[in-house]
Each structure stands twice: as C-alpha cells, then as structure tokens.
C-alpha cells in the first residue's frame, strides 16, 4: 500500500532532507511546499505586486504556473515558476526575507493547497511544509513534525546559506528565522502547528543515518498496516 507521508516543522530543522531522502528510501515522490511559497514570493516582488490589495494578488496568481521538473544531475526536483527554473533564486536572502508574510495570505494558501492536494491524489508521496499533516493532508497516514534547538538550526541555516551569501552574519540568519518562525505560527490561515496525530522527531543530537532510520521505521509500519 502507498501512503501520504508529511513532515512539518519550523524553519531550518532538516525536515527537506529527511523527505528527501525518505522519498528516495521508498521511491516516492517529494514535493517540497515551501518552495511553491517562494515562488510566488520571487513572482510578487520581481513583478512590484502590492499583495496588500487582494485585487493585485488575484491578478498575479492567475499569471502564475508552478511545477516541479526533475533535475538529472541533482537528482532532485527543481521549481519551475512560468517555464523558468527559479531553484537557486528562490533560495536568496531577499525571498527568505519576505515569504513568510506572503505565505499568510489566504488566497495564496487556497492557490498553494489546492495544486498540493492534488500532487498527493495518488498518494506515495513526502511532503515537507508548515500545514501539511494539519490542512493539506489531515489523513495522512504518517504525519511527523520535526523539531531541533533554534541555536542548532541557526548554525546549519548560516552554513548553508554562506557559500551563495559571502557577506552573510549569523545574526541576520537568526533573526530572519526568528522571524519566520513567529509568523508562520501565528498567521490567521493555517499556522504551523503540530497536528495532533502526529510524531515529533527532535533531531538535535541525531545524524542524518539515525533519523532517517527512525523515520523509515515509521513508514515502513505504516505502509504494513
Ligand atoms: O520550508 P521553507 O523555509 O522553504 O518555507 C518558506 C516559507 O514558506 C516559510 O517561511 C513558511 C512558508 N510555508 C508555509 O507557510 N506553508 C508551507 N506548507 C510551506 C512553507
């Protein structure tokens, strides 16, 4: 039996690497949400979008096409935003700076979701978000919500980051995690929350081998049941 499998939690916990490799694990497909997110986000500032003015926001949400496309030399999914591979830009400071107050907006949660609810009619998918295990996916037969020490997630956010960044300080990364992090779960649209179904993995002091370990053993009862 394939099931639907969702791994929410705060910014910067590794949750896209343990769907990632979760997927891989059990040939499924993953779709990462936040990177729908961001999308939109880079499509409303490149485009000068006041996304205060609900008019505005419709009007760019009807010239947005999103989809992910395989990368063969990555080996993972790439965001295409309207034929154009936004992988790498969606990923800068700029968009990270902004997303979280985009993604608040309900229309374009109700845009996000709807594409997201389909992507998982078939189910034998991963998906990793905020929102997943509470309004995307409310039947997901495995839901886990991931979670880590915030000076932990800091420190792998900032190497992550300062390769593309080299002018990056440690306290800019904190403080725009803190806060995404504040406003993701207290937005009135599906904040991020636990979903009271699902098991909290904190991998604070765990390698990625452990929790993926961990996580497979989930799944693999699950899939049995
Ligand atoms: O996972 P991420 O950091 O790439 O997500 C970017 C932003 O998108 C994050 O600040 C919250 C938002 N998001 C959301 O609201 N719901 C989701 N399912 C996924 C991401």
Redesign the pocket.
């Known amino acids: 039996m394939s099931i639907i499998i969702t791994i929410d939690g705060y910014?910067?916990c590794g949750?896209?690497t343990l769907a990632r490799q979760l997927a891989r694990e059990l040939n499924y497909l993953y779709i990462?949400?936040?990177?729908m997110?961001?999308a939109i986000t880079l499509y409303f500032l490149r485009n000068h979008v006041d996304w205060a003015v609900v008019a505005e926001v419709h009007k760019a949400l009807d010239e947005i096409n999103l989809h992910f496309e395989y990368n063969s030399h990555t080996g993972q999914s790439d965001m295409v935003l309207n034929d154009e591979n936004v992988e790498a830009l969606i990923r800068d400071m700029l968009v990270s700076e902004h997303?979280?107050e985009v993604?608040a907006i309900k229309e374009v949660r109700e845009f996000s979701v709807a594409q997201q609810q389909k992507m998982g009619e078939k189910k034998g998918i991963v998906m990793?978000?905020?929102?997943?295990g509470t309004t995307?996916f409310p039947h997901a037969e495995l839901k886990i919500f991931v979670t880590a020490d915030p000076a932990v997630r800091v420190e792998r956010r900032f190497k992550e980051l300062i390769e593309r960044n080299p002018n990056l300080t440690i306290e800019e990364v904190k403080n725009n995690l803190e806060l995404?992090d504040y406003?993701?779960s207290n937005r009135e649209f599906?904040p991020?929350r636990k979903a009271a179904d699902a098991v909290e993995l904190d991998n604070t002091h765990l390698t990625r081998e452990q929790q993926l370990a961990t996580a497979l053993k989930w799944a693999q009862e699950r899939i049995q049941d």
């Open positions: 910014s910067s949750k896209s990462d949400s936040g990177a997110y961001r997303v979280s993604a990793d978000g905020r929102d997943i995307v995404r406003t993701d599906s991020l």
